[in-house]
C-alpha cells in the first residue's frame, strides 16, 4: 500500500485540458481526419470565411483561391477576400484562438456557426507543418496593412505572434492567409474542385478564381449582381432552446428581473406569456436571473418548452431565392432544363428554416447511373456523409417515376439530372460538428419533400414534351429514308426518272412537315364509305 | 399476252402515283378494303365477297408509309424481275428479293414473309390481277391421279400412269391444258394418306374417278384446279374430310370462298361441290362410335364460331351434323374406317355413298 491516497496520486495526473490540445488528439471530429479531408476542410472554412466577411460588408464577393503543392505530401493554401479586413487587434484572436467569434452567441444564418473553423485550420497546419499561418488584412484604403505570422498556444488556447509587419498591400481592403498543410490532392465528388464548383453554384453573386494544384486556373463568374438578402439575428425562440443554453443565457442577461429576461431575451413573449411562464415555473417575475440560474433553471426550461406562443419571425432568412438559385446552375451544369423552387420559410422546433430545391436535365449531363445530388445548408456544400443526410432521405423516399426518372426501390433516381437541395435556417441540425450531414427532423424532411415533389411536376411536364418531340423528330427522319427507296421503287414500276420523283416527294415532304408533326401515334387505315 | 398485260396494269399503277407526286399531292392508293370487317356472304352466288368498304393508303402518314413502301416495292420488283423475264418465282423467293435494310436506319423494308405475302395480296386487290397473272406461286403441296390427259408447259402427261405418287400441281394451274377427261367425277380429300390407299387400291379406275389431295387447308392452286375441273371438264366434285369442324371448314372454303382470299373468289369458289363424308350418320351406320376423340375445348369454341358464319347459319344439315358432334363431344378421322378393314373405304363406303348420292352441301 502506498502511502499516498490513491485520489491524490490521480490528481497529480489530472489537469485541465485546453480546447487545443482536446482537438489536437480527436481531430476527426472537425473533420480532420484524413490529409484529404484536411485540405478540403481548411479550404472550406477560408472560402466560407471569405463569402461572409463580404456579405456583412454588402459587397459582391472577389474571391482568389490558390492551391499550391510544396512536395508530396505538402501544400499550401491562399486565399484572399474583398471584405472589409479585420481590426489589427482582433486579428490574432481571430486566426489562432479556437471558439473565438461573433457568431456564436446570436441566432443568425451564417455559413460558420461555431466559430471554430479557421482557427481549426491554423491549428492542424502546426500540428502537422510546425509552420505558422500568414495573414494579411486592411480596413481602409487610408489605413496600413498589417501582416501577421500565428501561432497557437494550445496549452492555454491563446495566439502566438511569431511575426508582426506593417506592409505595403495592393488591395483598398480584404484579408489574405496563408496556410502550409500535410494534405492530399483528389479529384471527384468529394474534392476540392468540387467543392468550389458548387459553392459557385450556391452563390452566383460571387466571383471565385481558383489555381488548383496542377496550377490550372478555372474561373467560375459572377452570374448576379444582386446581394442575397440580408439575414437578421433573431432571439432564440422559447420551442427552440436547450437547457444548457438557457442557463447560459441567464447569467449573461443584462435583465435584472427574470420577467424583463423572458420578454427582452426571448422572441415571441410578450407580458402576459411572461407573467404565464413565471407561474407555471412557480417562480417570482421579480427574480434575479443569475440567481435562477443556479437553482430553478430547470422548471423555468420546462415552463418554456409549454408554453403557448406563436412561431418565430422568418423574415430573419436569407434564401438563394430560385431565380438566382437557378442562374448559378445555369452557369455551372450544361443541361437542356432548369427548374429551381423556393419554399415560404417554416419552423422545426422554434427554429426557422427554408427549403429550396434545383433540378437540371438533359443536355451534357450522364444518361447513365444515378443522378448526381448536391446538398447546401446555408450555401455551403455538403460533400461527406450524402448517406447519413435528412435530404438523401428525402430524396430516395420521393418516388421519381412519375416525374420521368428511373429508380429502383429507394435508391437515388437515375438519369441525366443534377438535383440540388439547400437548406436554409439560423440553425441548421448537423448530425456532426464535422457539419456534412442534417440530422432527421420530420418537420424538414417534409419540407424537402414538397420542394422535390414541385420541382419534379415541372420536370415531368418537360420530360413528356421533349420525349415526345425527340419522337416526331425521328418521324420525319424515317420519311426522309423512306423517300429514296420510294423514288428508286416507284421509277421502276412507272419507267420514270428516279431524281425527279425523289425531288417531288422532298418538296411533299417539306410542305406537309407540320401536319405530320400533329399526327399522333398510330392510325388506321382510314375507311371511306 | 396476259403477261404483258400484267406488265402494263403494274406501270398503269405506277404512273398514278407518280402524276400525285408532281402535283405535290400526298400520294395515295385506294383500293377495297381486305379485313373481316368487308367480308361479306353474297347470297346471290353464294360466295364470300369483298364488300364496298375503300381504303386509302397513303405515303406521308405515319401509319401507313412502311406498307405503301412495301406494295410499291413489291409491285416493282414483279414487273422487273417476274414480268418483264417472263419467269415465276414464289411467295418466299419475292419476300427476299423485296428484303434489305433501308441505308441510314435499322428497318427493313419487310422483316418477316408476312409481309410480303400481305403485300402481294394487296397489291391482287389494287391492280386487279392474281397472284398466278403476277407470276407469285406457292409452295405445291397436291396431287393427282386418274384418267385425265393433261398438258403442262408443253408436257403431255397422262395422269393414269404416274405410280403411287401421281402428278404433283403446280402451285399456278392457269395455264394447264385439259387435253382428255376420261372420268365420271372428281373426289378431293384432305388426307394424303387416303390418297395413297385409294390410288393403290385402283379406285379411279374401277369408279372412273380423278383423285385429288393437298394436305390440310386446301391450296389456292388445287382449288384452282377442282374450279376449272368443275367448270371447264364439267364434273361434279365430291370432298372427303374428317368428321370434325376443320374438315366442314375445309369444305366450306372450297365452296363458298375464304376470309383471306375474298378478293378472288370468282377464280376459286364451286358453288355446286357435294361433301360426301365423314358425317355423323356415317359415325352411328358404321359404328365408328368407339372411334370417336373427344372433343376440346378449341374445337367447341370453334363450332360455335362456324355456326354463327352467314353461309351456314342457315344451313339446316350442316347444324345437325355440328348437333350431333357436340352430342358424340367427339370428332372422328377418316382414317377410322380402315377399322372396318383396310379396303373398306375404296371398297364400300365410298361406292355405296356415291351411289346412295348421300352427298351434304
Redesign the interface.
Known sequence: MPDQPIAEQLAKGQREISISEFFTRNRHLLGFDNPARALLMTVKEAVDNALDATADMKVLPEIKLAIEQLSETRFKVTIEDNGPGIVKEQIPNIFAKLLYGSKFHTLKQNRGQQGIGISAAVLYSQLTTGKPTRITSRISPKKPSHYYELNIDTKRNEPVIAKELEVEWEKDHGTKIEIELEAKYLKGKQSVDEYVKQTAIANPHATLIYFNPEKEKVEYLRGTNQLPIESKAIKPHPHGIELGTLIKMLHDTTSTTLKSFLQNDFSRIGSGTAKGICQQANLYEKARPAKIAQQEAEALFKALQAAKVIAPPTDCLSPITNNILEKGLRKEIQADFYVAITRPPTVYRGFPFQVEAAIAYGGELDKEGQVRLMRFANRVPLLYQQGACAITEAVTDNNWKPYGLQQSGNNLPAGPAVIIVHIASVWVPFTSEAKEAIAHYDDIIKEIKLVLQECGRKLATYIRHNVKNAEQKERIGLFEKYIPELASSLATLSDEKKTVIEENLKKILKKSMSSLLEENGVVNDKEKK | MTKKKSEEE??L???K??SQ??K????EINFT?RNL?NIVYDKKSRTLKLG??????S????????K??QT??V??II??ELLESGKHEHLRGVFYMAKRT????N?N?VDDQVESDKAIEDLEVISGLSREELHVSANKMGSMVGSIILEDSGDVINCAKLGRGGYSVPSIVDEIKFNKVDAEYVLYMEKAAIFERLNEDKFWQKNKAILVTSQGQTTRGIRRLLQRLSEEAKLPIYVLCDYDIYGAYIYSVIRYGSIALAHTSDRLTIPNVKYVGITGDDVIKYDLKRHLIKLTDQDMARIKQVSEYDWFKDNKDWLRQFKMMKEFNGKVEIQALSARGISFISEKYLPEKIKNKEFLE
Open positions: 403494274l406501270k399503277l405506277g404512273k402515283i407518280v407526286v408532281e405535290g399531292k400526298n400520294p378494303l370487317s364496298d368498304k375503300q381504303a386509302t393508303r405515303f406521308f402518314n405515319v401509319a401507313h408509309a412502311k405503301f413502301l410499291v416495292e409491285a416493282s414487273k422487273k433501308i441505308p441510314g436506319t428497318v423494308i
